[in-house]
């Protein structure tokens, strides 16, 4: 029996198993694989606190599967594909095994959605974007894309609006679906052009990003962008607490300021659970908040 399993290495789990252990849990993490998480697709990171020298994701997750084993989390090669509460305890099934448990942490993040054009997968971290917090800095006084018509995307591109010289928001419809008020912003804001129904049909570049080829009013035109951000939604990895728990409209996991979830002993960190703002720093702290919540939880159930 353990007293903490955590489904998911990236920061948020990884942070939940060095906290566990070094409070003395017995602790497991099934990373389904390799761990690191979703930043470690991403080519830069500047904005973990404390490491000053820009890291690709890659180096910046290198230590935190040694730290944490360091205190003992048992970190296994493993994809969580059930979940069961039977009394107190949880049960967690892999292909292979089955563990369980007296708290549980689910922190299997999100995986942004592809729009699919043509080199979409090829140029991502070499000028197509999934994150503009992450990268909108590196488009100063530059020309971006933004696709979507959703509230991430024109809130993104506002946001870029304040780095990029020149946003083009491209959208497959003549409609929005963001909130009015957000449109309002939009349209008021002198180098955002709105190009509706249109897609892209393909990216091209060297080394980097150059421009994009786009469909529109069944033409073909070129547009000259040095990056293109996409936000056509993003897919919350819930599926194994779907259940068990309950979700927001969005289908992210509802927790407190505990990360507690509507299920007892049962907590979400990091990208899964609502209102994320889904970076590496929050998601890490949330690991904590929860490891830290689910020890002081067997403690008063004396579990
Ligand atoms: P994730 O990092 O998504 O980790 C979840 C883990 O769970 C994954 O390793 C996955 O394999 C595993 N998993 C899922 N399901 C299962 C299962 N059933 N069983 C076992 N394991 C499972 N944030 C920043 O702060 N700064 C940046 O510059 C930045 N740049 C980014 C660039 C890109 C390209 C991307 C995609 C994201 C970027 N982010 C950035 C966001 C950041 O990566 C996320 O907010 C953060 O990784 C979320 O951490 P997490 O632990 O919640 O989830
Ligand atoms: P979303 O609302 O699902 O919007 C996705 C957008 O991308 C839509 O405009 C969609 O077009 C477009 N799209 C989808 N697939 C595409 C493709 N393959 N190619 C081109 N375009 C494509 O996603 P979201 O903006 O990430 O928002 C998710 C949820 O979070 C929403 O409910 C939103 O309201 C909410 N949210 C709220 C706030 C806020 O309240 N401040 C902020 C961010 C997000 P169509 O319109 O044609 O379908």
């Not at 099934?30 to 890659?58: A, R």
């Not at 290198?62 to 059930?82: H, L, N, T």
């Amino acid at each position: 029996m353990y007293d903490v399993i955590i489904i998911g290495g990236g920061p948020a789990g990884l942070t939940a198993g060095l906290y566990a252990s070094r409070l003395g849990a017995k602790t497991l993490l099934l990373e389904k694989l390799t761990p690191g998480g979703q930043i470690t697709l991403s080519s830069e990171i500047e904005n973990y606190p404390g490491v000053c020298d820009v890291k690709s994701g890659l180096e910046l997750m290198m230590c935190w599967p040694a730290q944490a084993q360091k205190f003992g989390c048992e970190i296994k090669s493993e994809e969580a594909v059930k979940i069961q509460k039977e009394n107190s305890h949880f049960i967690v099934k892999t292909p292979k095994n089955e563990y369980k448990s007296k708290t549980l942490i689910i922190a299997t993040g999100s995986t942004p959605k592809k729009a699919g054009f043509e080199g979409e997968i090829e140029y991502t971290g070499k000028g197509v974007s999934y994150c503009a917090v992450c990268d909108g800095f590196f488009y100063k006084d530059k020309i971006v894309a933004v696709i979507g018509g959703g509230d991430t995307a024109l809130e993104e591109a506002l946001y870029l609006s304040k780095i990029a010289k020149k946003v083009y928001l491209i959208h497959r419809r003549d409609k929005f679906r963001a909130a009015p008020v957000t449109q309002k912003k939009i349209f008021e804001t002198e180098n955002i052009e709105i190009i509706f129904n249109a897609t892209v049909k393909k990216v091209f570049g060297n080394q980097f990003v150059e421009g994009i080829i786009l469909n529109l009013n069944g033409e073909e035109k070129e547009l000259k962008v040095d990056g293109v951000f996409v936000f056509v939604g993003m897919k919350v990895n819930n599926e194994l607490v779907k259940d068990l728990v309950e979700l927001n409209e969005w289908g992210e996991v509802k927790v407190n300021l505990k990360m507690e979830t509507s299920q007892k002993g049962l907590y979400a960190a990091g990208d899964i659970r609502e209102d994320s703002v889904k970076q590496v720093v929050a998601a890490a702290g949330d690991g904590a908040t929860a490891a830290i919540n689910a020890l002081k939880y067997i403690e008063k159930e004396e579990l």
